[in-house]
């Protein structure tokens, strides 16, 4: 039976293409806000297990095409880039058929003392910021031809931008992309050729098998039900070991269920099925002659000497060190280059390590009919694949590979579904983007009489061997576990003297923060250059942040203000206000985008100003994406009032993008305050690191305070995102900056409110505005006509009138008057407000604000003559005894 046919059955999801097309590729499910099917290839070893001569073959064939259609000279001046996670093993395959290329792979794990020679985003990945890091920057700045390869070549996006990038800092002649399946819709096959014509080079297109995927009408939804359905259901299992057999293999999940193994609150030791797992403390290693020796027990639990050994009475499994005896000086993979010379060196000594993996396995597997798995681990693909392949030729038994990901994917035991079973199991290399978990799919239930795990020597680390890791995991499901740990390789760093200390930077800053983590956004939506406050307690009455604040005690942001609860009242305000202005923020969205587009880069990096930016940039991504299939990167930062803008934020973008490409971006101006300190922090940040480029030119969705040029209108209207805080905006707290949390080389702080989950509406405030995309494109490009041939030089009367309203209302400090409808909201949810002041004859624009004002006690005043449609006025002078104008006292 197909393993798609589950989905497809299902969904209605139609695979087309080439004769076989079925036998490469499966469907599963996974939540996704972008596309719920995920496309399972037979053949590239990450999901499912394949034979080891299978998966390399398929890329060494596709390398001597590469190579056929370069030709020898060509060839030998070609680059091999494959992508992390899935085809670093399969860009490595390519470039042996290839033959005189180098490798290269990008990655995820920063290495310390390796400058990034170029970075990217992936738009439907799980953790999206992808490094390179070659220990000769010389490979990525030839002019030979780089060949760059996918496991699934779809829209193209990743690729292509990848491509855009490195292209502008080093042209070539010739790109070349190599991919398993091409599967790019009938809309998408003419963008190539665009493209190369667009960027005056020859990009030429090899893959084993081409189709595509027809999708009917409201097949995302469908699938996220799906999805939803079987996960609340425990469709995928919630058993953390399964009924077992006494050959160690798992006993079938139901009828539409998986099995999803994963530690339960019954604790280490105990499975759903009340099978018992023990563990051992200690260490089994293989000796000369593959004999397993047994150390004595008595180590630390959860130290890296630890064997973990897991039974149910007949039968038990201790994970056994095989020392491989790796050459010296061979990479582990791609991630800093790979060489001719080092596979030919790689080659001479597989056959040596792989004897040694088999004498230590079962005799049922080295002489009879067993079958083993090799697993990798993760972006370690390559080297686990050459030993399965050479492994493979000396045994008798069934050699398997696979590998793990960090990759989500619901299991569901169906012959018709290509993922059955998944283990669940924490991260075990430190990874930079903080832990997480991390599975193996098709392994629980596949009867595989040993697993050979093949793991570098940085994931070699005690949750690898505690007793809810990967080797324990695997121990519930195979009566024999063997560990290699190939050696990590770093490039030598050439001695440096130190840096004065008044210049001395943080070698690594952190990468940026992103969701499920932080904040409910999509992990591509936004990366957060932010720091995780969480769990300090930060907040303060509003009246006592007042008080401090205006006496000089404390700034605005060495604290938070109690998150606002919105009532039911409100909350319907809020989703009426979004029904009625959905159409005209997207028209301010699209305006915004291609103004940007053409004006400041065609290939912006956009930096939200956090957290008001924040909506607003996901939403220019988007419209990227709509207009022009563009997947730009997306970071917010923080900016402080009187503090200015978080330097290490800007030191990471430099070291990462182009500072020219960046596009500092805000939801609107009030009376450009903050314009203003952005213009002063650039400089200031010039004067002190040297680095240049960053424009401090805001781009905002609505300009009424005519601070900036680049805007989507100069209207001051509602803009939904302005009516609440966290909740919809990530559930991400304003921006936090205290001495004794925020050091010299931290990022500033935030909290992220996980509790306010159920009220949280961020995604539906993005999908309401961005699913009117379609119906303003017209309205759009006539805007934008109109604006690129209107003076939009800066007039500043917003700053004009608050000063005037400052002094005719007795405040004398325009910090105080918060002009514009977004503004005066925020004086109502966050300070303690004085009057509010309105537009005569202003409607349903300010109906929250009304209501904000009643439940604060605080009066609404009518002015004929307002710039602005609202002013909000905090209480000047304020003090926890202070009255209003009118006597009373001020209600908080």
């Not at 792979?105 to 390796?114: A, D, F, I």
């Not at 969480?534 to 509003?542: C, F, G, I, K, M």
């Amino acid at each position: 039976m197909w393993s798609g046919a589950w989905v497809a059955e299902r969904l209605g999801v139609e695979l087309v293409g080439d004769e076989g097309l079925g036998e490469l590729l499966g469907l599963a499910l996974r939540r996704n806000p972008k596309r719920a099917h995920l496309l399972v290839s037979n053949v590239l070893g990450k999901h499912v297990p394949q034979s080891p001569a299978v998966v390399y073959g398929y890329g060494f064939a596709l390398g001597l095409r590469v190579r056929d259609l370069l030709g020898e000279d060509e060839a030998r001046r070609a680059v091999v880039l494959g992508y992390a996670e899935t085809a670093t093993g399969l860009g490595h395959s390519v470039a042996d058929g290839v033959g005189l290329a180098p490798c290269l792979h990008s990655t995820r794990r920063p290495v310390e003392g390796v400058a990034p020679a170029g970075g990217f985003e992936e738009a439907h990945s799980h953790a999206t910021s992808h490094l390179l890091l070659p220990e000769n920057p010389a490979l990525l700045a030839g002019d030979g031809p780089l060949v760059l390869v996918d496991d699934e070549f779809s829209t193209g996006n990743t690729i292509l931008n990848t491509i855009r990038d490195l292209h502008e800092r080093h042209p070539r002649e010739r790109y070349v992309i190599v991919t398993l399946v091409d599967m790019r819709s009938a809309a998408d096959l003419g963008r190539l050729t665009d493209f190369a014509h667009e960027i005056n080079t020859r990009v030429d297109l090899v893959a084993a098998a081409s189709g595509t995927v027809r999708l009917p009408e409201g097949v995302l939804q469908k699938g996220q039900a799906l999805v939803a359905r079987y996960e609340s259901t425990g469709g995928p299992g919630d058993s953390a070991a399964p009924a077992q057999d006494l050959a160690g293999r798992a006993a079938p999940a139901g009828p539409g269920e998986g099995l999803d193994d994963r530690p339960t609150s019954a604790g280490p030791g105990v499975g759903s099925a009340g099978q018992a797992v023990s563990v051992e403390l200690g260490v089994a290693s293989a000796g000369p002659e593959g004999s397993v020796e047994q150390a004595a027990s008595g180590g630390s639990a959860g130290s890296a000497e630890q064997a973990v050994s897991c039974g149910s009475g007949a039968r038990r499994a201790a994970a056994v060190r095989v020392e491989l005896g790796w050459p010296g000086g061979v990479p582990d993979g791609g991630r800093h280059g790979f060489t001719p010379e080092h596979r030919v060196r790689l080659e001479e000594a597989l056959p040596v390590m792989a004897e040694r993996i088999a004498e230590a396995l079962p005799v049922g597997v080295r002489r009879g009919s067993g079958r083993v798995l090799v697993l990798g681990c993760e972006e370690l693909m390559y080297a686990p694949l050459r030993l399965g392949v050479a492994l493979e030729k000396i045994v008798d038994g069934e050699v398997r590979y696979s590998t793990t990901t960090r990759s989500p994917v619901l299991a569901l035991d169906d012959p018709g579904y290509a993922i059955r079973t998944r283990l669940v199991f924490p991260s075990h290399d430190n990874p930079a983007d903080g832990p997480g978990e991390r599975y193996a799919y098709n392994v629980a239930g596949a009867g595989f009489d040993a697993v050979v795990a093949v793991v570098d020597s940085l994931a070699d680390t005690p949750e690898l061997h505690a007793p809810d890791g990967l080797l324990a995991r695997l121990a519930a499901h195979t009566p024999s576990v063997l560990l290699a740990v190939v050696p990590s390789y770093v490039p030598p760093v050439s001695p440096v003297l130190p840096a004065p200390p008044s210049t001395e930077r943080p070698s690594m800053l952190s990468e940026p923060l992103r969701g499920p983590d932080f904040s409910s956004y999509a992990p591509d939506e936004v990366g957060w250059l932010l720091q995780d406050l969480s769990d300090t307690r930060l907040e303060a009455p509003t009246e006592e942040r007042e008080e401090a604040i205006q006496s000089g005690g404390a700034h605005y942001a060495e604290s938070l203000p109690v998150e606002y609860q919105p009532s039911p009242q409100y909350q319907e305000l809020f989703h009426n206000a979004l029904g009625t202005s959905a159409v005209r923020i997207a028209q301010a969205v699209g305006a915004v985008t291609e103004t940007v587009l053409a004006e400041r880069s065609p290939r912006p990096v956009l930096v939200s100003l956090a957290r008001a930016g924040t909506p607003v940039g996901v939403l220019m991504r988007r419209w990227a994406q709509h207009r022009h299939g563009l997947d730009l990167p997306h970071y917010a930062v923080s900016i402080v009032r009187g503090r200015g803008i978080d330097a290490n934020a800007l030191r990471w973008l430099a070291a990462h993008h182009d500072p020219a490409d960046v596009v500092f971006v805000d939801g609107w101006t009030g009376k450009g305050a903050i314009t203003r300190e952005l213009t002063q922090a650039v400089e200031e940040f010039e004067t002190s690191d040297g680095i240049t480029g960053f424009d401090p030119e805001i781009a905002v969705l609505a300009d009424p305070g005519s601070c900036v040029r680049t805007y989507g209108t100069r209207e001051d209207f509602l803009i939904p995102s302005a009516c609440l805080n966290s909740t919809v905006s990530g559930l991400i707290s304003r921006t936090v900056l205290r001495a004794d949390l925020v050091g010299e080389h931290d990022y500033h702080g935030a909290k992220f409110y996980r509790e306010l989950a159920g009220v949280d509406v961020s995604v539906d405030f993005l999908d309401a505005v961005s699913a009117r995309f379609g119906e303003v494109d017209q309205a759009v490009d006539d805007r934008v006509k109109e604006l690129l041939s209107t003076d939009r030089t800066p007039t500043w009367e917003g700053w004009a009138a608050v000063e005037r309203i400052s002094e005719e209302y007795g405040i004398h400090d325009v910090n105080l008057v918060k002009p514009g409808v977004g503004e005066a909201t925020r004086v109502l949810l966050r300070r303690v407000p004085w009057k509010i002041l309105a537009r005569a004859g202003a409607g349903a624009d300010l109906d929250h604000v009304r209501l904000l004002a009643e439940q604060r006690g605080v009066p609404v005043e009518e002015v004929a003559e307002l710039p602005y449609t609202c002013v909000g006025l905090i209480h000047p002078k304020y003090t926890r005894g202070a009255t209003g104008a009118d006597g009373k006292a001020v209600a908080v």
